[in-house]
């Protein structure tokens, strides 16, 4: 009797086991028709120009890594908008007509726009080349780094 239950349990393991794995191969091609899809999606869509252009296609590490954040550093890159373009920046204050001025109080040059303050700045020159390593950034630049040091900039302006 006890060998015919450990036997029974060996088989059954072993179904599962092979039952796992199929369900694995077959989760891994849902995830990668779903990655498909939102890519497609994200690729067509009229909306979100400034988020399109710092956030090429999604990516599980940047969400991962986002995931993580605390509530305030998450506001910070994603809900406050530096992601977005609805950072509370003079242009978009200014759009919303809380503001009459676009201009950057930092450097009194141009209108305050996340590019702007994450890549041209003159008054955040020596943060950035610190930071992300290069003196000005264009959207396409941006695009390529990690959130993480874009937060440690965007920290480092004490705008937010």
Not at 108 to 134: D, V
Request: net charge positive; hydrophobic share 40%; with cysteine.
């Amino acid at each position: 009797m006890i060998y015919l239950l450990v036997v029974f349990s060996t088989a059954t393991w072993r179904m599962t086991r092979t039952q796992s794995a199929i369900h694995n191969v077959m989760r891994n091609n849902l995830l990668t028709i779903k990655c498909f899809q939102h890519c497609c999606l994200w690729q067509n869509t009229a909306k979100c120009r400034q988020a399109e252009q710092l956030v090429k296609l999604p990516n599980r590490r940047l969400t991962k890594y986002a995931l993580k954040l605390s509530r305030k550093d998450l506001w910070v890159l994603a809900v406050a908008g530096l992601l977005t373009g609805h950072a509370d920046l003079n242009r978009h204050l200014t759009l919303m007509q809380v503001r009459n001025d676009e201009i950057c109080p930092l450097c009194q040059e141009e209108e305050e726009t996340t590019l702007h303050l994450l890549g041209k700045c003159c008054a955040l020159i020596n943060q950035r080349l610190e930071i992300l390593g290069s003196h000005y950034l264009e959207y396409e630049d941006l695009a390529l780094l990690h959130w993480r040091p874009l937060l440690r900039l965007a920290k480092a302006s004490k705008r937010f």
